[in-house]
């Protein structure tokens, strides 16, 4: 008797067990959900649901969830809507894709650029300019962080696993080189000869805004203020005779080229809007003579944009002796 017991009391713990482990086995460990906090994940916010859709409609929504790192200054939904109502347009629609794919790429900079990163000049973004060039963005650290003289980042360092969202209150638009120039306040005087009413008949607006491309010498407002104390009857611009401004203007343009630095070859002497060439010397930087014996020194090269480059410079260049 006591032996069955013991059987039947061994079989039972030997059952128990065996059921035990096989509903162990049948378990399954839950595996956790993962998280992502990509640029795009950010881009899907309350904030930024015009952006997010039109990075999805133009098929860089899968660009900007890769591995990067990216650089992303995100224009708020407030942004596009002031962009709409200043070109008159009901809706991103209205805007072919290709236009909004420049526009979306020149929010986007290569790498993770912490505002603490940031300097004041010229970073390259993903859109492209003339000739497959990148076109620049200036970036302004005078008061806060602001873009071409327009966009003001508004919240910085929104980091992402893939780089990291400054957020601005503007869209920037692709510049050509008069946007360019205008963006820039050391060419506040060229904007102006460029602009001068009394050469509306070389109307440099409209040919500075064309397909081109261009190459500029852009001779900075120091380079005039200098031009002009060359003569003692020239107090500003209006003095000097309107054939002579559009001369020298014509002077610092080569028409049909996007001509970059690094493209310049020692001894150089391309032919200018104007007819007349410089000569260019690159033993020592980037240096120009002109027809008149002047020289005048590249002190910034290669802001890129949609239509040309544009080349910074000490002095004015001049096509008469």
Not at 6 to 33: G, M, N, R
Not at 189 to 200: F, G, H, N, Q, S
Request: net charge negative.
């Amino acid at each position: 008797m006591i032996k069955n017991t013991f059987f039947y009391t061994t079989l039972i713990l030997a059952s128990t067990t065996f059921v035990s482990c096989s509903e162990d086995s049948d378990e399954v460990t839950p595996t956790p959900a993962t998280t992502t906090n990509t640029i795009i994940d950010i881009a899907q916010g309350d904030d930024f649901t015009t952006l997010a859709a039109a990075l999805d409609r133009v098929s860089l929504t899968a660009t900007l969830n890769g591995a990067g790192p990216f650089t992303v200054f995100a224009p708020t939904n407030a942004a596009f809507t002031a962009l709409l109502s200043e070109l008159g347009l009901g809706g991103l629609d209205e805007v072919s894709d290709d236009l909004l794919t420049e526009i979306l790429l020149n929010h986007v900079v290569s790498g993770t650029v912490l505002s603490t990163d940031l300097t004041a000049g010229y970073v390259s973004t993903m859109a492209t300019g003339a000739q497959d060039t990148k076109v620049s963005l200036l970036v302004d650290l005078t008061d806060g962080v602001k873009l071409n003289n327009t966009a003001t980042v508004t919240a910085a360092d929104v980091v992402a696993d893939n780089g990291v969202v400054h957020v601005i209150d503007q869209v920037i638009l692709v510049p050509n080189l008069v946007d360019a120039a205008v963006a820039n306040p050391n060419f506040s005087i060229l904007v102006a000869a460029l602009t001068d009413e009394r050469l509306a008949n070389a109307d440099f607006g409209n040919t500075l805004s064309g397909s081109g491309p261009f190459t500029v010498f852009a001779p900075t407002n120091a380079a005039f203020t200098a031009l002009l104390a060359t003569n003692d009857e020239w107090n500003g611009l209006s003095d000097i005779p309107a054939k002579t401004l559009e001369a020298v203007l014509k002077y610092h343009v080569i028409v049909g080229d996007n001509i970059n630095a690094s493209e310049i070859t020692d001894g150089a002497k391309p032919a200018t809007f104007e007819g007349n060439t410089i000569v260019i010397n690159t033993t020592d930087g980037v240096v120009i003579t002109d027809v008149a014996g002047g020289t005048s020194n590249v002190i910034l090269a290669d802001v890129q944009t949609s239509n040309g480059v544009i080349h910074a410079i000490d002095q004015v260049l001049l096509p008469i002796k």
